[in-house]
């Protein structure tokens, strides 16, 4: 079973501090990740999508890494800031495409203290 | 530009009553989901529509029926409602089958 396990389940840090989280999975066949933040009480709001040859992908202050050959990604946040408070979660597409092929992680939940 | 709008926000229903949720959006995408997210699990996915006519189920399907008569509208309708329906619902749409989705802010449903 096609499967998206994220790490740590929450993290709290200081504004301004960097923070690193992750996401492993077992999807196959591989098409795209994407990595969604969900800021409390509203919808999920894409922040990047990577293919297979795709290793770093940048939006803004947020950088996506991408490792096909491990089944490893990575959600880079830089000088965090209190908006960035909200859950990240990411989403795995195998290659049919279609809503039925997308796995969900959890999602890792944020805080920023000032 | 609304995007994806949904409709209640919030409704408390009693166990066995049925009601519809509404979902429009204005981009002309083709592909439209309705998921449901309940606490510490992720996001699951209820029905889905390719297109105008054609609906399919997801993985949780019991319970819910949609149609989808136009490109932008994608109701979902709840039969009977139960205490395990209880969730917040989302839907959420894209042009393409591959592509990001764009989702509405959910709506909180109770179910007494």
């Known amino acids: 079973k096609n499967q998206v396990e994220q790490s740590p389940q929450s993290l709290i840090i200081l504004e301004g501090k960097n923070c690193t989280l992750q996401c492993n999975y077992t999807v196959s066949p591989f098409s795209n990740l994407r990595w969604y933040k969900q800021d409390t009480g509203r919808g999920p709001v894409s922040l990047t999508i990577m293919t297979f040859s795709e290793n770093t992908k940048s939006n803004g202050r947020y950088t996506a890494t991408l490792d096909a050959d491990t089944k490893q990604s990575s959600l880079h946040i830089t000088a965090s800031q209190l908006s960035d408070s909200a859950s990240y979660i990411c989403?795995?597409?195998?290659?049919?495409?279609?809503?039925?092929?997308?796995?969900f992680g959890k999602g890792t939940h944020l805080i920023i203290q000032p | 530009n609304a995007g994806v709008t949904q409709t209640p926000k919030f409704q408390v229903l009693k166990t066995g009553q049925s009601m519809t949720l509404q979902c429009a959006q204005d981009m002309n995408h083709e592909y439209m989901s309705w998921y449901r997210q309940d606490p510490g699990m992720g996001l699951r996915l209820i029905h889905y529509?390719?297109?105008?006519?054609?609906?399919d189920q997801g993985e949780v399907p019991n319970g819910y029926n949609v149609s989808r008569s136009t490109t932008e509208d994608f109701p979902l309708r709840l039969l009977s409602a139960a205490p395990s329906q209880t969730s917040v619902y989302f839907c959420?749409?894209?042009?393409?089958?591959?592509?990001?989705?764009?989702f509405g802010d959910g709506t909180r449903l109770s179910i007494l």
């Open positions: 529509s390719v297109g105008a006519g054609i609906t």
């Open positions: 989403v795995v597409s195998d290659s049919g495409g279609g809503a039925d092929g997308l796995t």
């Open positions: 959420a749409s894209s042009y393409f089958a591959d592509q990001p989705q764009h």
